[in-house]
């Protein structure tokens, strides 16, 4: 029996944005076009999702340059339909990076810190030590109309930390959800959560919108969301992904969407 997922009329409601990495990395292990990236996120707009994410890196090992653009095209004959659809594209800002979302002109860039060699995204960004850097890189995004997202791990909560956010002025950030999922399986999740409300409230205050994503699944996604329920995104993948092979596509994506949608009271 397929589910059917709950129509949601509350504007504020949290946005699921699907990562793709995990299509792309199927696709390359075989070297063809199957699954073709394109065809799968043209799917999960359909079964509802609000957006699509992807995370390029320099050795192309899931997600190519010519799947961004390809992305692009696709993200934008949907538009045309839905055009609170968004296209989410994260990395780290190097030179090339920076270049390709100049081109690309994506709704939001979201910046992670890792450099190329790391498996996936593991830590965010201590804005103290980076604060010169991503304060040029800010400004270009913000020269191109590109929104902003900085991830962001609670586990530095620093005064300094604050103020350099503050000072920064993205116009999001993700809250890199790992340490919440981790804390989550164990049972031992009201210590962890501390660290999370403190980073929501400090950009809240500063009129900073509130991304997450990172080890979000079905079971902890519901916890996750009533303990900061400003959450405007979140993007999952992996996840997703594997919940899929046991759910199929299009229930698992209308299982998020009911989360959220009970999240939020609609």
Not at 160 to 168: G, P, S, T, V
Not at 172 to 194: D, H, V
Not at 212 to 226: E, S, V
Request: charged share 25%; net charge negative.
């Amino acid at each position: 029996m397929v589910l059917i997922f709950k129509k949601c009329y509350d504007a504020h409601m949290t946005h699921l944005s699907v990562n793709v990495n995990k299509i792309a990395t199927l696709r390359n292990a075989r070297g063809h076009d199957l699954p073709n990236v394109v065809q799968v996120s043209r799917d999960i707009i359909q079964f509802g999702a609000d957006g699509i994410t992807v995370h390029p890196r320099p050795d192309e090992r899931h997600i190519k340059k010519n799947d961004v653009y390809e992305l692009l095209e696709l993200m934008n004959e949907e538009k045309d339909k839905n055009p609170k659809l968004e296209f989410n594209i994260e990395g780290y800002p190097s030179e090339d990076f920076l270049e390709l979302i100049d081109r690309v002109r994506p709704d939001q860039c979201t910046l992670v810190p890792d450099p190329p060699h790391v498996i996936t995204s593991n830590a965010g960004w201590s804005l103290v030590e980076r604060k010169a850097d991503l304060k040029k890189i800010l400004q270009l995004l913000r020269d191109i109309q590109v929104r902003s997202s900085l991830f962001m791990d609670p586990v530095d909560n620093s005064p300094k930390q604050f103020e350099a956010l503050r000072e920064l002025n993205p116009d999001r950030i993700e809250l890199y959800t790992e340490a919440f999922a981790k804390s989550y399986e164990i049972g031992y999740l009201e210590k962890t959560m501390y660290g999370y409300k403190d980073l929501a409230r400090a950009a809240t205050l500063s009129g900073i919108g509130i991304n997450a994503g990172h080890d979000l699944n079905q079971k902890n996604l519901k916890t996750l969301l009533t303990e900061i329920p400003k959450i405007l995104e979140v993007s999952i993948g992996h996840a997703l992904i594997c919940e899929a092979l046991y759910q199929g596509l299009s229930q698992t994506i209308a299982s998020y969407k009911n989360i959220i949608c009970d999240c939020h009271g609609s």
